[in-house]
Nanobody, 125 residues
Framework: QWQLVESGGGLVQAGGSLRLSCVAS????????MAWFRQAPGKERGFVAA????????YYADSVKGRFTISRGNAKNTVYLQMNSLKAEDTAVYYC??????????????????WGQGTQVTVSS
């Protein structure tokens, strides 16, 4: 069974950085576009960033452009989210997700078929 496991969350001061990782089990990781979403308390889960199956194309929510970078290492079955200049409003549970239909530029939560368990990111102001 295909699984995604996130790590790298934690507590950081505003202006600091964190790097999230998401490791996928299975040999088909390189076939899927991947994304990060986040969910703050009392809010819906929302799109953060996505990367194409080959890592060439990346997409970002306006709120994180210029601060976050998504990347992937297919040889390691891993997708990363480098988060710099963190703000209190970035506090949320961060989830990685796989688009099993490998659609390009996909911002929609419901269209991602596989999810990790999430990792908490807390930014103190």
């Amino acid at each position: 069974q295909w699984q995604l496991v996130e790590s790298g969350g934690g507590l950081v001061q505003a202006g600091g950085s964190l790097r999230l990782s998401c490791v996928a089990s299975g040999s088909t990781f390189g076939s899927y576009s991947m994304a990060w979403f986040r969910q703050a308390p009392g809010k819906e889960r929302g799109f953060v960033a996505a990367v194409s199956w080959n890592g060439v194309s990346t997409y970002y929510a306006d709120s994180v452009k210029g601060r976050f970078t998504i990347s992937r290492g297919n040889a390691k079955n891993t997708v990363y989210l480098q988060m710099n200049s963190l703000k209190a409003e970035d506090t949320a549970v961060y989830y990685c997700a796989a688009d099993l239909l490998n659609r390009d530029e996909n911002y929609y939560t419901d269209e991602y078929g596989s999810w990790g368990q999430g990792t908490q990111v807390t930014v103190s102001s």
